[in-house]
């Protein structure tokens, strides 16, 4: 009996082979390896060809750009109308290329001071800007002649550019402070080679401080208008412009997914899921916004910024935020999720190809860049960073309201596509009850129960007992 038992429970199901399973076979006849290795084929090709085609995008934007430096401008004032002057002029001459900065000269008339210099820098009119010195070229002549006059020469004197750090950090550094001081180079040597004879001629070659005025006749003033001494200042236009997508994407991914567990759009009215939906959105990108912009103060080290610039980049990072918020929202209603990964990623690309450089120094192409999200939050950031005039916001502000009115437009659209599909699929509701969603695995619950019990009682009084049984059998028996 147990030996009859124990082979019964091994016995293989209908349909099943007795015998060992051939590993080979078994997954032919179950699982169609064709449709399989054509379906991975397919999406290996297919996110090949999403990384290719954003990191084309994006490492184009970098290229040849060092033969497109000459677009960016660089104002260039004299007040010395001297020897110096037509040194820093001939320096200019001499490096002037497609891969160095353009030096526009303008008269002092029209910029009388070097406060008026520093802000046409503050205000972008100028990337940067170089001017002599007053007198400049006579305060040389003097102390080549020695005594007190060189003595208390500063070669420093002779010259002095204007940046600003804050307008990308790395292109700023890298391109136009080095051409910069590459320029003040060139003037010294310029000036040997214009004025080294005549120097020589005049140098009171027994005085120690003519020498080295000799020596060293012109240098310069750095005055960086907006200084970022922080390291993490290469992560504000680049990887930070990334996060805002990021973090509204998959928050929307989990509050799907939660709006599909609790039915909200089946047993909720679409004023009422619809309300709950802008509350949430307005709630998480405010607190988003104010987690960033604290990451960015927890390490700027020893930036010189303010708390009521911390208030406006909050609220600049808040309106970004709920823009991608929108943005995202109606999409997911639309694309299956398969798509969804395809979409964010060259969606992250793009908005990081606009913010990662100036458009002077990018091929025509990316000229799209201007019209992105995250282009023109930039802009405004490094607007606020650097206490830049509210006049120059007339691009920047417009279009991200533009974005921000095409968003919520698109996600009222989605919210409603989304009632439409989940009352369609779940049909009449039941009772009141069911509109309270937290409630539904309970109800569910409890009417599987219900619905158990009744069977069972169904069965029990549908079997006959056994005295039933004796009974129908002796009458069975008489009859005979």
């Known amino acids: 009996m147990t030996s009859d038992s124990t082979a019964a429970s091994i016995r293989p199901r209908s349909g099943m ?35 290719l085609l954003n990191l084309s995008l994006l490492y184009g934007s970098f290229y040849h750009q060092t033969e497109r430096a000459a677009a960016i401008h660089i104002l260039l004032v004299d007040y010395d109308g001297g020897i110096v002057g037509r040194s820093l002029s001939s320096a200019y001459q001499h490096l002037k ?15 009388p001071s070097s406060d008026s210099i520093i802000q046409a820098v503050r205000n972008r009119q100028y990337w940067a800007a170089v001017f002599t010195s007053p007198g400049a070229s006579q305060r040389l002549s003097a102390a080549l002649q020695g005594g007190s006059a060189a003595t208390m020469y500063n070669a ?46 005049t140098l009171a070659q027994n005085d120690s401080a003519a020498v080295q005025v000799y020596l060293d006749p012109i240098d310069a003033i750095s005055i960086n208008v907006n200084p970022m001494p922080q390291g993490a200042k290469v992560f504000y236009n680049t990887i930070s412009m990334a996060m805002p997508i990021l973090q509204q994407f998959f928050f ?37 916004a104010v987690c960033m912009t604290g990451w960015f103060w927890a390490f700027r080290e020893t930036w010189p910024v303010h708390g009521y ?25 639309v694309l299956p999720p398969l798509a969804m990964p395809f979409l964010i990623v060259t969606w992250i690309f793009l908005n990081l190809s606009a913010t990662i450089s100036p458009f002077e120094v990018k091929p025509g192409f990316y000229r799209w860049g201007y019209a992105s999200p995250g282009y023109n939050t ?8 650097s206490d830049g005039p509210a006049s120059e916001l007339h691009r920047a502000l417009p279009i991200l309201f533009a974005w ?48 158990s019990s009744d069977e069972k009682c169904t069965k029990a009084a549908e079997e006959p007992t056994s005295s039933q049984l004796e009974q129908q059998s002796g009458k069975e028996t008489l009859e005979k």
């Open 17 to 51: 082979a007795s015998g060992p399973i051939d590993a080979d076979s078994a997954p032919r006849d179950g699982i169609p390896l064709r449709k399989l290795f054509v379906a991975a084929t397919v999406a290996a090709i297919a996110v090949l060809l999403l990384f």
């Open 156 to 201: 420093t004197d002779a010259l002095t550019y204007v940046w600003n750090e804050v307008r990308f950090p790395i292109m700023a550094s890298s391109v136009i402070e080095d051409s910069l001081a590459m320029l003040v180079d060139a003037t010294r040597v310029a000036y040997n080679s214009i004025n080294g004879t005549q120097a020589m001629a």
């Open 404 to 451: 921000w009115l095409l968003g919520l437009g698109c996600a009222i659209l989605a919210h409603r596509r989304r009632c439409r599909r989940a009352l369609s699929a779940a049909g009449p509701r039941s009772s009141p009850k069911a509109e309270d969603p937290f409630h539904l695995e309970e109800q569910s619950s409890t009417e599987m129960k219900v619905s």
């Open 97 to 111: 290329s497609p891969s160095f900065p353009t030096l526009f000269t303008q008269p002092p008339s029209q910029y």
């Open 378 to 385: 930039y802009e405004i950031l490094t607007y606020i960073w």
């Open 252 to 288: 929307i991914l989990a509050l799907n997914g939660m709006s599909a567990r609790f039915r909200f759009y089946a047993y909720l009215s679409p004023k009422t899921s619809g309300t709950l939906r802008a509350v949430i959105s307005v709630v998480y990108t405010f607190v988003g």
């Open 309 to 333: 610039q911390f208030v406006e980049t909050w609220m600049i990072l808040w309106l970004l935020m709920h823009i991608y918020f929108c943005l995202i929202d109606a999409v997911t209603a």
